[in-house]
């Protein structure tokens, strides 16, 4: 029989690859999600990770088992949620990045509602670092957003690559300066691509400024510049511009839930778990 604590650490492992990232999501030590993992091997008789001392990555008999365990777990779930019937109450104050409103957040927050019909969501779309402000400012009870490599603030939910956005046809002149179509500060991804782009010592513009996703997306189709997004974010009508382009790579960023869950309300743990329990289809893979 699966365990359900074996497959959370399987699944964790799965989202960041990585085994102590796993470990710092669900609080436990390194060596009990290694077991875990062992254990759940044993348990199918197949080879789920392939790893060593700087990589972590699923096998063929991973990949499938991340379907069966999301199944199991989310099984057992509904089981309890039905059988317990609603026991949360209250207000929550729930900030998300722009980034994810238009993709299946909207699934985990309609789920959410559903299990959990007493309390009152509050939604706050706006930008990461904005948000976070919010935040200490207690103006808000949960986060979900970036943060540059580096920061410490936050729980950790994935990684994802950082890259340039721009359309099937877009041509950029390496002799010009790069036209960009950027969120205001404070934006993650904005601080990101001027500091890339002034690192390689190429010259930029500022074409466009907007505050929301459909904004960037609009002047980008426009054929105004480019934009730096979320690799798995993408939307399906705009293209991950590549080395032929001549543009830098812009690296990595991290999306996380703030504050930790120590020091969340009952109903944001709730929120947060089932944002992380869903996170391998909010970075749906393209």
């Known amino acids: 029989m699966f365990k359900p604590a074996q497959l959370e650490s399987f ?3 799965a989202q960041t690859l990585s085994f102590t990232q796993a470990a710092d999501q669900l609080g436990v030590r390194q060596s009990t999600i290694s077991q875990h993992v062992r254990q759940l091997e044993a348990l199918v008789g197949k080879q789920l990770f392939l790893r060593d001392t700087h990589t972590v990555e699923l096998t063929p008999d991973g990949e499938a088992m991340v379907g069966f365990a999301r199944t199991i777990i989310d099984a057992g779930r509904e089981a309890i949620s039905f059988f317990a019937g609603p026991q949360l109450h209250g207000r929550l104050r729930f900030g998300a990045s722009e980034d994810f409103v238009a993709t299946y957040l909207t699934d985990v927050l309609r789920d959410f509602r559903r299990r959990h019909p007493g309390v009152e969501l509050e939604l706050t779309v706006g930008l990461s670092g904005e948000l976070h402000r919010k935040l200490e400012a207690r103006q808000l009870d949960l986060v979900f957003g970036k943060r540059q490599l580096g920061a410490a603030h936050g729980q950790l939910v994935w990684r994802d690559r950082l890259v340039w956005m721009g359309t099937e046809t877009t041509r950029i002149d390496p002799g010009a300066p790069v036209p960009l179509i950027l969120y205001p500060e404070p934006s993650v991804s904005r601080a990101q691509a001027l500091e890339t782009l002034q690192w390689h010592g190429r010259q930029f513009r500022i074409a466009c400024t907007s505050t929301s996703l459909s904004g960037l997306r609009a002047a980008v189709l426009a054929g105004l510049g480019v934009t730096a997004h ?8 705009l293209v991950e511009l590549g080395p032929q382009h001549g543009l830098p790579a812009l690296g990595e960023v991290e999306f996380v839930l703030s504050p930790p869950p120590r020091l969340r309300t009952e109903t944001a743990r709730a ?4 944002i992380i329990a869903d996170a391998n289809r909010l970075r749906r893979a393209r």
């Open 11 to 13: 699944l964790a492992v």
């Open 230 to 237: 979320t690799r798995s974010l993408i939307p399906p009508d």
């Open 271 to 274: 929120l947060g778990a089932a």
